[in-house]
């Protein structure tokens, strides 16, 4: 389980946030905080894995939370979720090194995606050894995915189908299972699945058989 601090000032956001969190397989919420102080208390009590960190607190900036982390003695992610839409706060968010950046008012499904593409990143941190560059590519696509427009001949209801299809699968699906599933061609749905990886909304991973190329599995990771 990946564990989550809530911070806002806000009681009722707070405990609206934790809400949506928990409501995301694979993660837990351990506390939340209403104040910068009360933050870096319990960061450091808690041991969170995740600190959902407003920008706008009653006692100091988000950002300086943000700092007194990195120079704490704990280890731990943040998401900057918040109604800063500035830049010198965006640019000062990502230079201290959030994972991701939320801007309030957000629906479930979008804070569901970024955990999602934070689990997958979390995933590819957690196994041991040296990485090359694809392992990089993947694990930085995860964090911060490219926007990537419908390629030529494909078009939204198709993507939002295939769309639905694999994010209602709770196994990864190759491009034949998902092509019946969707009642498309296996050629066609490839296609979308192809988009999809590349938009950084599905992960696809290679799983090989007895002879002939491995088979290419297709697991979401976004909404559509």
């Not at 894995?49 to 700092?67: A, F, N, T």
């Amino acid at each position: 389980m990946i564990r989550v601090l809530v911070v806002d000032d806000d009681f009722m956001v707070a405990k609206v946030h934790a809400g949506f969190v928990a409501r995301v397989p694979g993660f837990e919420v351990v506390g939340s905080a209403h104040t910068g102080a009360e933050a870096l208390t319990e960061v450091t009590r808690l041991r969170p894995d995740l600190v959902l960190l407003d920008i706008y607190l009653p006692d100091m900036s988000g950002l300086d939370v943000l700092r007194g982390l990195r120079d704490g003695p704990v280890e731990a992610d943040v998401m900057a979720v918040t109604a800063a839409r500035d830049v010198d706060t965006v640019r000062t968010a990502l230079r201290g090194g959030v994972v991701h950046y939320l801007i309030k008012p957000f629906t479930f499904d979008t804070l569901r995606e970024h955990l999602a593409r934070y689990t997958a990143a979390h995933r590819q941190l957690a196994a041991r050894g040296e990485v090359g560059q694809d392992d990089v590519d993947r694990l930085f696509g995860a964090l911060r995915p490219a926007q990537v427009s419908l390629p030529k001949g494909l078009t939204p209801p198709t993507a939002a189908l295939v769309g639905r299809v694999l994010r209602d699968c709770d196994a990864d699906l190759s491009a034949a299972e998902c092509a019946e599933r969707a009642g498309l061609s296996r050629v066609s749905t490839r296609r979308y699945l192809e988009y999809f990886v590349a938009a950084g909304k599905a992960q696809v991973r290679l799983r090989y058989g007895g002879t002939g190329r491995p088979e290419r599995r297709y697991h979401w990771l976004g909404s559509p």
